[in-house]
T-cell receptor
Framework: DSGVTQTPKHLITATGQRVTLRCSPR?????VYWYQQSLDQGLQFLIQYYNGEERAKGNILERFSAQQFPDLHSELNLSSLELGDSALYFC???????????????FGAGSRLTVL | AQSVTQLGSHVSVSEGALVLLRCNYS??????LFWYVQYPNQGLQLLLKYTSAATLVKGINGFEAEFKKSETSFHLTKPSAHMSDAAEYFCALGYFGNEKLTFGTGTRLTIIP
């Protein structure tokens, strides 16, 4: 157990729908990252939050949004889902950016999204 | 732009043989480099990291990697493969002040009994 908790583990939904993926970071970590893993794109960085604020943005579609709450858990919202959004979505966490080891990411087990 | 290239999407080695997984990077600033392993149906687990200290880095499960600036490489090795090493391995790049990691496309390691 890495200490990063993601729910749900599996999710099957239809095109056009909206889903929310949830992540609880490892105790003491202040930064949360979202990555998408698909067969054709590999591991793609979506977005990073630090202490509730957006810190870095990657290849995140406009249909996707995320936030980090005061208790540091994070949610990734995916809307108007398309077949191509089917993927494994990973959450990772790390210590504060100014702390030693800030680049060491601890990953959760992932949420597998299937869009039919 | 920073990037990571993993040579060989699939590598097969016999049990007991040397494991060599290749990673080359491109970075305009001093890089931090990582190797992660992903077992089936699991998340990524850190194997080892290079953050500008010793160039030869030892990790978990007998793996090690050497940072070679002149070759822009960070290859992962293990002297003797074990069946439990079968997994997907990812090389990743980061740098100071930018905590997100850029991952390579991964190398699937198969161990032949």
């Amino acid at each position: 157990d890495s200490g990063v908790t993601q729910t749900p583990k599996h999710l099957i939904t239809a095109t056009g729908q909206r889903v929310t993926l949830r992540c609880s970071p490892r105790s003491g970590d202040l930064s949360v990252y979202w990555y998408q893993q698909s067969l054709d794109q590999g591991l793609q960085f979506l977005i990073q939050y630090y202490n509730g604020e957006e810190r870095a943005k990657g290849n995140i579609l406009e249909r996707f949004s995320a936030q980090q709450f005061p208790d540091l858990h994070s949610e990734l919202n995916l809307s108007s889902l398309e077949l191509g959004d089917s993927a494994l979505y990973f959450c990772a966490s790390s210590v504060a950016p100014t702390a030693s080891g800030a680049n060491v990411l601890t990953f959760g087990a992932g949420s597998r999204l299937t869009v039919l | 732009a920073q990037s990571v290239t993993q040579l060989g999407s699939h590598v097969s080695v016999s049990e007991g043989a040397l494991v060599l997984l290749r990673c080359n990077y491109s970075s305009s600033v001093p890089p931090y480099l990582f190797w992660y392993v992903q077992y089936p149906n699991q998340g990524l687990q850190l194997l080892l990291k290079y953050t500008s200290a010793a160039t030869l880095v030892k990790g978990i499960n007998g793996f090690e990697a050497e940072f070679k600036k002149s070759e822009t490489s960070f290859h992962l090795t293990k002297p003797s493969a074990h069946m439990s090493d079968a997994a997907e391995y990812f090389c990743a790049l980061g740098y100071f002040g930018n905590e997100k990691l850029t991952f390579g496309t991964g190398t699937r390691l198969t161990i032949i009994p």
